[in-house]
């Protein structure tokens, strides 16, 4: 396939785009640590011209899923061996989902690799969600004790949060993320015309992240994903290759990185992005990972507010006001039906963030404002507050 022809949107594959690299905003580029994020309508056709320049590998192995490759795979493939004629492209799909997370599939790929007598002179290239980002970041952390990687994330989620911070790993059947590394990629590749493809309910999982940072942070930013979220999600109204989806993923990248960049090991204020995850993860749990993440900390966020407002931490009308910005979106903000308040008690005690029967949370002061104990952002919240809001 040559690029270009299939699809009379896109520009011609003539490396020329490296140059005439548009400027803001129909494209953006995030400094995340050494390396940048870059957002940019149809990246991923010039891939090859673009890892020529940021890596230099004898060997590239694309790491991908099965659901993501279909669409994908070839024209990457295609870009990478035109442009990097003296390396190796190498790839392979894992099946697709959470529950291909683990330690065999990081066995399988490393496996594969060493067959294929990669070296230390490899780079892997992780083209897919949040689950191919990690796993295949993990490989590149533990592979000959670690090789480059660039993370091209094709879900909402793995956009906006998951590509972003460096935290790689699997799953095992003690809990979820329990195994793995910090390693930083080369470079975070963000090509939102791929969200195109995106189930509705994944976009509108990831948009809950988007909120949250949202919420967190930016106030205005809130508003700004609101009014352009429910065509996001029901793919109505969105230009895929418009300014106004590259402005929402490069503006919540940059609120992650903020935090991040202040906080890498999450010793303090990376706290913030847990808003909602404490309530939400045992939602996730008790629902035995039948709903999405995102719809999971939706809730989480409205009870985590109501509990906030509770205990006198936040401006009343805040749970209200994060509530009606999820709904707008068409993201849930109830428990579900029959969830007992008692098993997501239980969860969250075994969660590693609970103190004896106290409990630490990331809490709003305010929608845009996250506030603050002594310094630190865990604020600690009795049994009763906390069994109240559920
Ligand atoms: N490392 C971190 O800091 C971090 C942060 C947040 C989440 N995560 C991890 O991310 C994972 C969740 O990520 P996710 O929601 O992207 O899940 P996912 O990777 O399973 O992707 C969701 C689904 O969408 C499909 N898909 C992805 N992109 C597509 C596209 N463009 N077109 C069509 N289908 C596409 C996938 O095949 C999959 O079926 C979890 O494992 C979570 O632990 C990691
Ligand atoms: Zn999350």
């Known amino acids: 396939m040559v690029a270009g022809q299939d699809n009379p949107d896109r520009p011609p594959d003539t490396g020329e785009w490296m140059h005439i690299y548009p400027p803001p905003p129909r494209s953006r580029v995030i400094t995340l640590f050494h390396h940048g994020a870059h957002v940019r309508p149809w990246l991923l056709n010039y891939l090859g011209p673009l890892l020529e320049k940021l890596v230099s590998a004898h060997t590239l192995v694309v790491i991908t899923d099965e659901e993501v490759a279909k669409p994908y795979l070839p024209t990457i493939i295609e870009s990478l ?61 533990t592979f000959m004790r670690g090789v480059p990687f660039v993370q091209c994330p094709t879900s909402l989620l793995a956009m906006v949060d998951a590509s972003v911070g460096g935290k790689v790993g699997v799953d095992t059947p003690a809990g979820k993320n329990l195994v793995g590394a910090f390693h930083q990629p080369t470079a975070v590749l963000v090509d939102p015309t791929v969200l195109r493809t995106l189930p509705p309910s994944h976009r509108r999982a990831g948009l809950a ?18 009014a352009i979220g429910p065509g996001l999600v029901d793919g109505t109204t969105t230009e895929w290759d418009g300014a106004e989806l590259v402005d929402l993923i490069a503006r919540s990248i940059e609120i992650k990185a903020e935090v991040v960049k202040q906080d890498e090991r999450e010793a303090g204020i990376r706290q913030i992005l847990n808003f909602g995850h404490t309530i939400g993860h045992a939602i996730e749990a008790e629902s035995d990972y039948t709903l999405l993440h995102g719809d999971a900390i939706s809730t989480g966020m409205v009870l985590e507010s109501t509990l906030a407002e509770r205990i006198g931490i936040a401006e009343p009308g805040t749970s209200a006001a994060v509530a009606r910005a999820l709904a707008a979106v068409g993201l849930p903000t109830t428990l579900p039906d029959g969830m007992s ?50």
């Open 81 to 141: 061996q035109n442009w990097n004629p003296g390396a190796r492209t190498l790839s392979r799909a894992i099946p697709s989902g959470e529950r291909h997370k683990t330690r065999d599939t990081w066995a399988a790929l490393t496996d594969w690799m060493l067959a294929e007598r990669c070296g230390r002179d490899t780079a892997v290239v992780a083209l897919g969600g949040g689950v191919v980002g990690d796993v295949a970041g993990f490989v590149a952390a």
């Open 209 to 226: 992240e988007v909120l949250k940072h949202g919420i967190v942070a930016d106030a205005a930013y809130l508003d700004q994903a609101v």
């Open 341 to 390: 308040p008692d098993a997501l008690v239980e969860r969250m005690r075994a969660d590693k963030k609970a103190r004896a029967w106290r409990f630490m949370l990331a809490l709003p002061r305010r929608v845009g404002e996250m506030a603050t104990d002594a310094g630190g952002y865990g604020i600690t919240v009795d049994e009763t507050d906390l069994r109240a809001v559920l």
